[in-house]
């Protein structure tokens, strides 16, 4: 009997904790390897609440569509194919060169000529599209179909197992807040609120000061943000709750919410047999160092400048601008204008100030978001 070797060490990246975006490189080259022609291998992700396709993983170094939305109503073929479960070939994508939506303009001005699409589900949920596209026209033959959508299968299983660990994470922390929400001043939509303008700032710094987030990334600060003060929990209602001022003692004690929150996070993870999620290190910074500022006066650790990780840095911007334009029970909402005015105060001093200026170079989305995100009055405590 022979015994067959298989290539050491072949699939052991899919099962690693590194990122999605890392798995899809390796993912890619093993097609490659059988399809020379496909040039890139990405994955749109589905928001249910909006309705909308937004980019998420990509495997091409030139990475032609990033920090990207598009309403899937004013995308029909992708419509089609959520509704009928079908994969779409176009093996000539010049039949888009008149069209108008940005995303088909931007593959085929990156030079691709030919695509693939495959919707994905989780049993009968649309959760996104996966695409293959080429360099090259007219190279996706039939027979070649059969072999790729088995790829697509096992992307299909990636995207269901990724998204379940962390909807699994993060149900489990959203129920913990719930029941800090109901103690904590802090209510209203302020967590909706912060959640969107740090996923503003994350694209913008990504877009405009060259630092290398992901889409991936971005997605994970955006669900995680919301669970900054999740530490709360641990804090007694007699401090979290009094109305005065906390004198030295008591504001000891809810200083300890960031490393707290650090603890339960590391708790649940491990209740959940979540230790390896490969984001679990985002959630842990926002969490436990959301208080730090950048000339080291912070809390809980004193972290000056780039020693607080960007996720934390861009979290505090939205958390302080939306605290700042709340209403709460000891002061009144302020204006835009009178929190810019006081971001730009801290920047450079506690804030970082890259995530400043994206704040508030973009008002028309900070304005979007707060009508759509609005407290009702009795909203706040
Ligand atoms: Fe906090
Ligand atoms: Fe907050």
Same mark, same amino acid.
């Given at each position: 009997m022979e015994d067959v070797v298989l290539a050491p060490g072949r699939y052991k990246n899919l099962h690693s904790s590194t990122s999605l975006g890392e798995k899809f490189g390796h993912l890619h080259q093993m097609i490659r390897q059988e399809f020379t022609y496909i040039d890139r291998v990405s994955v749109s992700l589905f928001d249910r609440e909006m309705n909308a396709l937004k980019t998420f993983v990509q495997s091409s170094k030139d990475m032609p569509l990033q920090f990207y939305e598009c309403l899937i109503k004013n995308a029909p073929s992708l419509m089609e194919m959520k509704a009928l479960k079908k994969n779409r070939l176009v093996n000539d994508m010049t039949v888009f060169n008149n069209g108008t939506h940005e995303h088909t303009r931007k593959?085929?001005?990156?030079?691709?000529?030919?695509?693939?699409?495959?919707?994905?589900?989780?049993c009968d949920?649309?959760?996104?599209?996966?695409?293959?596209n080429s360099?090259?026209? /007219?190279?996706?033959? /039939? /027979?070649?179909?059969i072999k790729l959508d088995l790829y697509a299968q096992l992307i299909n299983c990636l995207m269901v197992n990724k998204l379940q660990s962390s909807q699994m994470l993060?149900?489990?922390?959203r129920s913990c807040l719930g029941l800090v929400s109901y103690k904590d001043p802090e209510t209203g939509n302020h967590l909706e609120r912060m959640a969107r303008y740090a996923r503003l700032i994350a694209r913008e710094l990504a877009k405009k000061c060259h630092?290398?987030?992901t889409d991936e990334f971005i997605e994970n600060l955006f669900l995680f943000a919301p669970l900054h003060d999740i530490g709360k929990i641990g804090i007694p209602d007699d401090i979290l709750l009094k109305p005065g001022r906390l004198d030295e003692k008591e504001w000891e004690i809810m200083q300890t919410h960031s490393s707290k929150g650090r603890e339960i996070i590391d708790a649940i993870a491990d209740h959940l047999g979540l230790q390896s999620f490969e984001h679990l290190s985002l959630l842990r910074n926002i969490s436990g160092s959301h208080h730090e500022t950048i000339d080291g006066k912070g809390y809980p650790n004193r972290l000056k400048q780039d020693e607080i990780p960007i996720e934390t840095q861009i979290v505090s911007v939205a958390?302080?601008?939306?605290?700042?334009?709340s209403h709460r029970s000891y002061k009144p909402a302020w204006s835009n204008e009178a929190a810019f005015e006081e971001l730009t105060r801290l920047s450079g001093i506690k804030l970082n100030p890259d995530c400043v200026r994206m704040l508030m170079e973009n008002e028309p989305a900070i304005l979007a978001?707060?009508?759509?995100?609005?407290?009702a009055p009795g909203?706040?405590?």
């Open positions: 593959i085929a001005s990156n030079g691709y000529q030919a695509s693939y699409s495959v919707p994905l589900f989780d949920d649309f959760i996104g599209m996966l695409f293959f360099y090259q026209k /007219k190279v996706f033959k /039939k /027979k070649d179909l993060v149900g489990a922390f630092i290398d987030l958390d302080i601008f939306d605290a700042l334009t978001i707060q009508n759509r995100f609005g407290d909203d706040h405590a």
